[in-house]
């Protein structure tokens, strides 16, 4: 019997259940288990066939690691926040389980993310005999997936990556973030960061702007930001010079944004308040609306890829590889709006090349270490189709 373990019942935990619940043959029991039972519930009324639910803090390894053994998965799927990452991989190596999430670690009093906290665990895994795929979302996820097909089919290196990801759907709120309200606050407002020629360069947050036509939307201006993918991927891709990540923002999000800021409700340390310790940006979380909750209203489309320049055989070339989902499409097959849609497919067919083998290894991998064709293959039939154009230069 195959059986995963789902934790976190938010927008991305209900796509991954749902799309699990999907591929019967593969996933064969699954649990989804989170912080707040009810969720949980809620998410289980509308799977296609029953699931075990189950209340469990992630934080709490002992918590995690009883669940575990109670219900014994082959592998467990984080899709709480960054903040459990070390706690959940602790657990899986405690138990001998598999691992996977979708974002990478980031400790709650400091807006800082990155790799070194779960690349760390590299040998203790690889002692277990145990894989720990790190980022199979979207992006990071799918972007890293990009980057390693056209690695291996269409270049002899690659030497410019810009990772493109455009949100063009109205949701309707004034001020709304697509996943959790925390995490994406503590990702915009950080500085800027892009890598050239060996070394990571600093820009104030969202200062470095540009248009670009993307396809099935049309002109929208992207702001360069930081994104964990780019962490690996100056590892991982061959002959890179440049690397950059690019995200488009509505003007309403960006004003919102600004005043949240100077007002200070973005704040991640703690304040005292009537008697009370509480962290501002908490609070903002509790009163904005949850990611899972957008969907109903929502319409437009995502378009989210990689355009890539290198060499092949001596010859210049520009590829670009992208995805474009549309939110009501999404809503209808899962109730769900397209950034959670988005990051819980890849999230799926990650755990999905896992339990049958196709990937494997003993370790902590990122996705472009893996072969890429299976899950590009896999993006197609589960509801991700991509395109690849070659791009004149
Ligand atoms: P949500 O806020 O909608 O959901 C998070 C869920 O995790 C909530 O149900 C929450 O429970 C639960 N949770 C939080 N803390 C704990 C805990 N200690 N123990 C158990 N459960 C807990 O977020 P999203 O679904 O939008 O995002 C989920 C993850 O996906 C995040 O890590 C996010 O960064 C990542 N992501 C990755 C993307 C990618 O492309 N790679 C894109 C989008 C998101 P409760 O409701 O009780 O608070």
Redesign the pocket.
Same mark, same amino acid.
């Given at each position: 019997m195959k059986r995963v373990l789902v934790? %976190?019942?938010?927008?991305?935990?209900n796509v991954v259940t749902q799309k699990c619940a999907q591929v019967p043959e593969i996933f064969e029991e699954i649990c989804l288990a989170?912080?707040?039972l009810e969720?949980c519930e809620n998410i289980a009324r509308n799977t296609k066939r029953p699931i075990k639910t189950e209340k469990?803090?992630?934080?709490n390894i002992s918590e995690v690691v009883e669940l575990i053994r109670e219900f014994k998965p082959d592998l467990v799927m984080n899709?709480?926040?960054?903040?459990?990452d070390l706690s959940l991989m602790d657990a899986c190596l405690e138990t001998g389980v598999h691992y996977l999430d979708?974002?990478n670690y980031e400790p709650i009093d400091e807006a800082k993310f990155c790799y070194k906290w779960q690349w760390d665990y590299q040998e203790r895994f690889r002692e277990k005999g145990l894989m720990a795929l790190l980022?199979s979302?979207?992006?990071? %996820?799918v972007t890293n997936v990009f980057c390693a097909y056209a690695m291996k089919h269409y270049f002899d290196e690659i030497n410019f990556i810009d990772i493109m990801d455009c949100n063009a759907g109205l949701h309707g709120h004034a001020f709304a973030t697509n996943?959790?309200p925390e995490?994406n606050i503590r990702e915009i407002t950080q500085r800027g960061k892009f890598w050239e020629n060996g070394e990571w360069i600093e820009t104030d947050p969202l200062s470095v702007r540009k248009e670009f036509d993307f396809p099935e939307i049309g002109f929208r201006e992207m702001y360069l930001m930081y994104h964990e993918e780019l962490e690996s991927l100056v590892f991982n891709i061959k002959g890179l010079k440049r690397i950059r990540f690019w995200m488009t923002f509505g003007k309403e999000y960006l004003k919102h944004l600004d005043v949240l800021r100077n007002v200070g409700m973005t704040r991640i340390d703690s304040i005292d308040f009537e008697g009370k310790k509480i962290v501002p940006l908490k609070f903002l979380k509790a009163v904005l609306p949850?990611?899972?909750s957008l969907g109903e209203t929502y319409t437009g489309k995502t378009n989210i890829g990689c355009m890539m320049e290198g060499t092949k055989d001596g010859e210049k070339k520009k590829v670009y590889i992208y995805n474009v989902c549309d939110h009501a499409e999404c809503f209808k097959e899962v109730k769900s709006q397209a950034?959670?849609y988005?990051?819980g497919v890849p999230a799926m067919i990650g755990a999905m090349l896992i339990m049958t083998g196709v990937w494997k290894g003993e370790g902590v991998y990122n996705m472009e270490q893996l072969d890429p064709d299976p899950f590009m293959e896999k993006l197609n039939v589960y509801g991700l189709p991509w395109v690849m154009k070659d791009i004149k230069i």
């Open positions: 934790i %976190g019942a938010g927008g991305v935990g989170s912080r707040t969720k469990v803090d992630a934080d899709v709480a926040l960054p903040y459990q979708t974002a980022g979302g979207f992006d990071p %996820g996943f959790n995490i949850e990611p899972s950034i959670s988005t990051t």
